[in-house]
């Protein structure tokens, strides 16, 4: 569950983590998963729970300082008095979007699979089709140095909220945040073209806002641990890096299929110089520009 491994002879351990402990131990004994199964649900269910018990607590001591004006101290100690009377609805919560989120997988993988054809059975094919790409912040960490703690908070959150409005809302999924850059992924071209291209706009409509810029790429990847892996995933890493402020840039394969799409009409590829990609060789990106509506 991500703590420190503690003496035998410490107290620490109430009825609660029995149950929870004896309930998995029932999966495994009645052959429902095995243990490899258990570890890994274990691991990711304290993974993210760890990120989402500091990110509420994070909000509410933010909350306080704003809205009481208050120290973070004195905010600290106001949610340690209080938090117990929000615990209910902050689980209640969990569960309910946990289950619209499994809900929406569930719809996903159903459509995917019914419109799929057999299995290839080429070991080295990744085995999921994906729009993914990067966006970043440009000069990220000069600036930061740069700024006090105030101003910093402000362009981190302001950043990654913009990011998920926009992925999230265009029917794209947010994979995770690597600091001062975020990937996305999305299930088909068109919409990972829209999510790219937006995303780009929105954050440099953001006052105060860093220069950005941003990668896409369709092609196979291999989902694990909650994260994507994969060439694809590696090129779109390559491409942002050397993508120029303000642009989003392809490889020429994502270029051609994105040509040959019906969503092609409304965004023109403009064709960069050729450049030396740290272990991808030579790769010469597309700019990948929407038109005026």
């Known amino acids: 569950m991500g703590f420190p491994t503690v003496a035998d002879t410490s107290v620490i351990f109430?009825?609660?983590?029995?149950?929870?402990?004896?309930?998995?131990?029932?999966?495994?004994?009645?052959?429902?998963?095995?243990?490899?199964?258990?570890?890994?649900?274990?691991?990711?269910?304290?993974?993210?729970?760890?990120?989402?018990?500091?990110?509420?607590?994070?909000?509410?001591v933010e909350g306080s300082v704003r809205r009481r004006g208050l120290d973070d101290v004195s905010a600290r100690l106001v949610l340690l008095d209080r938090i117990t009377s929000i615990v209910d609805v902050l689980q209640s919560q969990l569960?309910?979007?946990?289950?619209?989120?499994?809900?929406?997988?569930?719809?996903?993988?159903?459509?995917?699979?019914?419109?799929?054809?057999?299995?290839?059975?080429?070991?080295?094919?990744?085995?999921?089709?994906?729009?993914?790409?990067?966006?970043?912040?440009?000069?990220?960490?000069?600036?930061?140095?740069?700024?006090?703690?105030?101003?910093?908070?402000?362009?981190?959150?302001?950043?990654?909220?913009?990011?998920?409005?926009?992925?999230?809302?265009?029917?794209?999924?947010?994979?995770?945040?690597?600091?001062?850059?975020?990937?996305?992924?999305?299930?088909?071209l068109p919409t990972a073209a829209d999510v790219a291209t937006e995303l780009v706009a929105a954050l440099q409509a953001e006052e105060d806002m860093l220069p950005v810029r941003a990668s896409m790429v369709w092609g196979g990847v291999l989902s694990r641990n909650g994260d994507v892996f994969g060439p694809t995933v590696n090129l779109a890493s390559r491409l942002v890096d050397v993508a120029p402020t303000g642009t989003v840039l392809m490889d020429k394969a994502t270029a051609d299929a994105m040509a040959a799409s019906p969503a092609a009409r409304r965004y023109t590829m403009v064709p960069h110089q050729g450049v030396e990609v740290k272990g991808l060789g030579e790769v010469r990106p597309i700019e990948l520009r929407r038109l005026p509506s």
């Open 14 to 60: 109430g009825d609660g983590d029995v149950q929870a402990l004896s309930t998995m131990a029932r999966l495994i004994e009645k052959e429902v998963v095995d243990t490899t199964t258990a570890i890994s649900l274990l691991r990711a269910q304290s993974h993210m729970t760890d990120r989402l018990a500091l990110w509420q607590t994070e909000a509410l």
């Open 95 to 188: 569960d309910y979007a946990w289950r619209r989120q499994l809900a929406a997988l569930i719809a996903r993988t159903d459509a995917e699979v019914s419109q799929s054809r057999r299995p290839s059975t080429d070991p080295f094919r990744m085995p999921l089709q994906r729009g993914l790409g990067f966006v970043d912040m440009v000069a990220y960490t000069r600036r930061s140095t740069e700024m006090g703690s105030h101003a910093l908070a402000n362009l981190v959150q302001t950043f990654e909220y913009t990011c998920r409005d926009v992925i999230t809302s265009r029917g794209a999924r947010v994979v995770k945040t690597i600091g001062d850059a975020v990937l996305y992924i999305a299930d088909d």
